[in-house]
């Protein structure tokens, strides 16, 4: 995930700035398809003479072209807990997604196409499908097998969805194990 962060009419603090970067890794784990975090920490304009309110926002860009946003207000000896709670909410809206996103797999196993994994490297490969389009796939999507066992030729049903640089498959099941050794190198494609 990549993160941004930004301190607009504030001086940047190590700390805070370490706090963040602490909050933003303990968020992957609700959702590990987030592309980008973005965080800016700034001294609300209106209360600049004053020393008053600071605002702490984070946007979330998961894949799947979603956006989660959270907000938060403080006074500035508050700030590291406004972090932590604005980071909490956008926790709760990644949980919420992430239930949204399983149950909407579940409600669909229709969709699920069938084809043959035909390139397998460190962590993703290609299924090549029946009408012999490639589809790209990552270790994060395989469902009934650990990605280490996965081999050349094997059969498999899985949920396309369209990627950032095509089709992928979102969910990857095995459904004929007997598939060749694991390589790097192709075969041919299905007839």
């Known amino acids: 995930m990549q993160l941004e962060l930004t301190f607009r009419h504030i001086d940047k603090s190590p700390s805070l700035e370490e706090l963040i970067r602490e909050q933003a890794t303990k968020i992957q784990r609700f959702n590990d398809h987030i592309n980008s975090c973005a965080v800016v920490v700034e001294r609300d304009h209106a209360s ?46 990644l949980k919420k997604l992430a239930s949204e996103q399983r149950s909407e797999v579940k409600a669909h196993p229709a969709q699920d196409t069938s084809g043959v994994i035909t390139k397998l490297f460190g962590d993703y490969g290609f299924i090549t499908t ?24 094997m059969g498999v049903a899985y949920t396309e969805e369209d990627g950032d640089k095509g089709p992928q498959a ?9 598939g060749g050794n694991r390589g790097r190198e192709e075969i041919p494609t299905l007839s």
């Open 48 to 93: 600049q003479g004053t020393g008053g309110e600071y605002r702490v926002r984070v946007d979330l860009h998961v894949a799947g072209k979603q956006e989660i946003v959270s907000e938060e207000r403080a006074a500035r000896n508050l700030l590291p807990t406004a972090v932590r709670d604005v980071f909490q909410r956008a926790g709760r809206q």
């Open 130 to 153: 029946i009408d012999g389009r490639e589809i790209y796939f990552h270790e994060r999507s395989i469902l009934s097998a650990p990605f280490s066992e996965l081999k050349i030729g």
């Open 170 to 178: 979102s969910t990857v099941r095995i459904v004929d194990a007997r």
